[in-house]
């Protein structure tokens, strides 16, 4: 069952259609990716989902109810742009932003002092905002983001600012909150990290919706019967009426051949005649990366 | 309502703590009891420049002992002195100057020199003369030997004080002093200006930080922006109106501090010191002849105004003071903060700036005008259009206005500043998420018609 779901959404400033009936239908503890180049409108459906602003058309629905303005505590969202204020100490922000989420002073406070202590930034309470990292500040940001415990939680862009370590600390923090109940809307530019963390995607071009679907799904149905073979040692094999060669390469003592079958071949039977070559290290379906696929499709519709 | 309030109390807790706004709070009771203060202290050093003047006859003593003494001026009667000579060292012997007296004077007006090494204040003169023309007035009447003369001229003595008086809607006379109707009116009007305009475009600062900060949209996903929005323009006014508080009091306190340590000691208090019996029996009827030979000119011209200022509409003014307080910085703060969340940076704000400040200059400008004829059709029409009327109907309440005209002004007022303020918000709904673009009256024109 989906906990969200926007259907037909349409939405347009003056002349320009920022989006034109898309439809997104996000299964509960999963984690939506929402794709799309720049000015696509990725945005837009963002800020109205965080009810910033309203539709001119369609209609939202939060766990199968249509979508009112109380909702807001129900949703934690971080968005592209990560905004404090610049003057005001770190542990009065944190509380501030929880109260108007809705939280009581004293669970706020709770709450913000188990997860500063998980996050390592408990010394930073009474720095202002101004003297903090940026990689600092963002942690901060995360944890207003979280704090209300939100069902539906929308991250924009959550890993830009962050050194690798830090990042993987933010992307297991995800991960656990997934594990205890939250859904996952997420929004970027790294592929690397929708084919690590996301189970479904929409990819949005120009208002559009132009690609949807689990991403495993996707990946295998832009796989198009690639495999990737690897022998140990030098081992050179030709094409046949079978398959084709489309790259062949000799690295580190290994042979990594990319091949393409034609049709009515099945992988028992290429494995069957690839074994008489030489020694099979792996055989792997070579699937796409979620890259590659972004910038095909994206580019046919241009 | 309750994140309102969370929203309200940022604005309120941040702005009070800042360091300028204690400096500013602290600061200004000082200036103003400065103000109040140093005019004072340069009388009383005025005073202290103490004259010892000689008065010399040429053959004759019609003159001794008529010139009285002042608080400036100490006037010695000298007797058999070579004038030629005394003219020569009457400053060595500690003198400020010689006034000769020739007899030629009883015909001769000008038959009496002053002889000073510097130009004598005109005050001096006004006093010598007085003095003389008097008795020589006295002297000639005498000669013509009618009887009881002391007790005509007793009789006969006068002044003349010109008493204002209103006739109010109910018609009831009341007491008043042009002087103090200015003052109030210039006060009133000041004050509305200063209060709507500096806090006003704290407004509109505020919203530009948190829009260039970004905090915005982090804000408007967990409130309405017109929560926000108002909130903020709410604790601004609360700002606003402690500094305004903190002001009066402080202002109270370091002048009373100050007079009585500074000022005590030279007897300056003793206009003030001596009022509140005054008051006190002003409501029993005081025979002329009495108040007369008890108060002196300057106190009771004190006395009037104090009686003038206590007579002013003082619920009227404070009522009014609070309604236009209100309803105008209401009204300018929503435009400042539609300004503000149209644009990127506070330089671009110059260009929308300019139509919301004329109306608040052409204001003041009335108002000061209102003290010189508060029925002028200027200040009539100003103290009704809603732009300008909280400072001018502030400036022309002292001097009284039909309840008829304040009531259609305050009705404008209400319906003007809920069309702004709708306005304003929606203006700022859109403005705040919108970026990199340079806003023309325009595109805000266009913002207005968005729909949610």
């Known amino acids: ?97 929880a109260q108007l989420k809705g939280l009581s002073k004293a669970e706020a406070m709770k709450r913000l002092k188990y997860w500063f202590k998980k996050l390592e930034i408990i010394d930073w309470w009474g720095k202002k905002v101004e003297e903090l990292s940026k990689g600092m500040a963002q942690k901060v940001q995360f944890v207003t983001t979280v704090l209300h415990e939100p069902k539906l939680l929308i991250f924009d862009e959550p890993f830009t600012g962050f050194d690798p370590v830090n990042a993987n600390l933010i992307k297991n923090e995800i991960l656990f909150l997934r594990e205890r109940g939250a859904t996952i809307i997420f929004s970027t530019h790294n592929m690397e990290s929708v084919e690590e963390l996301c189970d479904n995607i929409t990819l949005i071009n120009k208002a559009k919706t132009i690609l949807e679907g689990s991403v495993d799904e996707i990946r295998s149905k832009w796989a198009a019967n690639e495999y990737d073979l690897v022998f140990d040692g030098n081992v050179k094999i030709e094409g046949n009426g079978h398959y084709n060669i489309l790259d062949h390469k000799f690295e580190n003592n290994k042979s990594i051949i990319r091949l393409k079958t034609t049709g009515a071949v099945n992988s028992n039977e290429l494995l069957q005649t690839a074994i008489k070559s030489g020694t099979v290290i792996s055989f792997n379906p070579a699937l796409p990366s979620m890259n590659e696929i972004f910038i095909r499709v994206v580019e046919a519709r241009n | 309502m309750n994140k309102i309030s969370v929203i309200i109390k940022r604005e309120y807790i941040t702005r009070v703590r800042k360091k300028s706004f204690i400096i500013m709070t602290l600061l200004a009771p000082l200036l103003m009891a400065a103000i109040i203060i140093v005019p004072t202290v340069l009388m009383m050093n005025q005073k202290g420049d103490f004259k010892k003047i000689a008065v010399i006859e040429e053959k004759s003593d019609l003159f001794k002992g008529v010139i009285k003494n002042t608080r400036e001026a100490e006037f010695i009667y000298l007797e058999n002195v070579n004038i030629n000579e005394f003219k020569t060292k009457f400053e060595k012997e500690g003198y400020y100057g010689v006034l000769i007296i020739y007899p030629e004077i009883i015909t001769t007006p000008n038959a009496i020199d002053l002889i000073s090494k510097k130009q004598p204040p005109i005050g001096l003169l006004e006093h010598i003369e007085r003095s003389l023309e008097k008795n020589i007035e006295k002297q000639k009447l005498a000669a013509y030997s009618i009887g009881d003369l002391d007790a005509i001229m007793k009789s006969i003595q006068t002044d003349v004080n010109v008493q204002t008086k209103k006739l109010d809607e109910m018609g009831n006379v009341q007491k008043t002093s042009t002087g103090i109707s200015m003052a109030l009116a210039y006060i009133f009007g000041l004050l509305m200006y200063m209060l709507v305009f500096i806090f006003g475009s704290q407004v509109m600062r505020g919203v530009i930080e948190e829009k260039t900060s970004r905090v915005v949209e982090v804000i408007i996903s967990s409130v309405k922006p017109i929560e926000l929005m108002m909130g903020k323009i709410i604790g601004i006014a609360l700002v606003g109106l402690t500094q ?78 609070i309604f236009y307080f209100i309803t105008g910085y209401l009204l300018y703060a929503s435009v400042f903060a539609a300004i503000g969340s149209a644009v990127d940076n506070e330089t671009e704000t110059q260009q929308f700036m300019l139509p919301v400040t004329i109306p608040i200059i052409i204001g003041l400008m009335v108002a000061m005008g209102t003290m010189q004829n508060p029925e002028s059709p200027v200040a009539f029409w100003c103290s009704l259009i809603p732009l300008t009327s909280p400072i001018v109907m502030m400036a022309r309440i002292p001097f009284g206005v039909p309840f008829w005209q304040i009531g259609i002004s305050m009705l404008l007022m209400v319906v003007t500043f809920i069309f702004f303020v709708w306005m304003a918000a929606k203006i700022y709904r859109t403005g705040i998420l919108m970026y990199g673009k340079k806003t023309s009256w325009k595109e805000m024109w266009k913002w207005l018609r968005y729909s949610g």
């Open chain 2, 244 to 321: 305004f508080m903190m002001w009066v009091i402080l202002t109270a306190g370091v002048t009373t501090v100050l007079k009585s340590t500074v000022l005590e000691k030279s007897g300056i208090t003793e206009i003030t010191q001596s009022m509140p019996q005054n008051m006190m029996s002003q409501n029993q009827p005081v025979s002329v002849e009495a108040s007369k030979q008890e108060i002196s000119p300057e106190l009771m011209e004190f006395t009037r105004l104090f009686d003038s200022a206590l007579n002013q509409p003082w619920l009227l003014i404070i009522f009014s003071f």
């Open chain 1, 1 to 97: 069952m989906s906990i969200f779901e926007a259907k037909n959404v349409s939405k347009q400033y003056g002349t320009q259609l920022a989006l034109d009936n898309v439809s997104i239908a996000v299964p509960h503890q999963s984690i939506y990716g929402l794709l799309g180049p720049n000015g696509a409108g990725k945005t837009t459906l963002i800020r109205i989902i965080n009810q910033i602003t309203g539709p001119d058309s369609g209609e939202l629905f939060l766990e199968g109810k249509k979508l009112r303005p109380e909702d807001v505590q129900r949703i934690g969202y971080l968005p592209e742009e990560r905004g404090l204020y610049k003057k005001m100490k770190v542990g009065e922000q944190a509380l501030y932003f």
